[in-house]
């Protein structure tokens, strides 16, 4: 499961900060702070657009019906046959652009690790989105996790390298492709 993200627009990283300079140009009067998010927070994410990825605002969570609780990760293995994710898997997938994302050890110190990859302060995980009455909603899709999570949780972030972005967001195909590869080998940071 993947609860909590990290989203640091103040690194030394070109990239990011791009991301905060179109967050003010695209939606001034918008915070949207640096930090550790958390799910039904409000977070940028990029979406298919007409020759590039366009950038939305979108809050962390599917809702469920007759209950406050919300649904905020979907089984990459399963995503094709749920209802809930069916149709988002096949024409509403988006990136959700990260530092990196945090999961706890389970073994009775419950510490709290941030993974992320070795050589790129970036991580791009993959995400499918539906329109609700409040506006759009992100889940984030989870796959079983590689070697380099597994001693602290079983599942991780689908985790999409910047190349395969547009093939993500616009070749269904090849998007179920990228679901069932296994993750990039990532760092885990004590915190």
């Given amino acids: 499961m993947c609860g909590r993200v990290e989203l640091d627009l103040e690194i030394s990283n ?34 298919a657009g007409e020759e590039k990825p366009d950038l ?3 809050r962390w969570g599917f809702p469920m019906k007759n209950s406050s609780r919300q649904v905020i990760n979907a089984r990459a293995e ?9 149709e988002s898997l096949r024409s509403r997938r988006c990136i959700l652009p990260t530092s990196g994302f945090f999961e706890w050890a389970h073994d009775g110190r419950n510490a709290k690790y941030l993974f992320r990859l070795p050589d790129d302060p970036m991580l791009y995980l993959a995400c499918l989105y539906h329109q ?4 759009p909603r992100f ?22 390298s910047q190349k395969e972005i547009p093939v993500w967001l616009n070749d269904t195909d090849n ?17």
């Fill in 14 to 47: 070109p990239a990011m900060r791009r991301l905060g300079e179109l967050l003010k140009a695209q939606f001034p009067g918008t915070k949207i702070a640096s930090g550790e998010k958390y799910p039904s927070d409000l977070l940028p994410l990029f979406t």
């Fill in 56 to 58: 939305a605002l979108m």
């Fill in 78 to 86: 399963s995503a094709e046959v749920k209802p809930l994710f069916r």
């Fill in 132 to 135: 609700y009455e409040d506006g």
């Fill in 139 to 160: 889940v984030i899709l989870t796959q079983t996790a590689n070697d380099s999570v597994a001693d602290i949780h079983q599942r991780m972030p689908v985790v999409i």
């Fill in 175 to 191: 998007a179920v492709r990228i679901i069932r590869q296994s993750g990039p080998q990532l760092i885990k940071i004590a915190q």
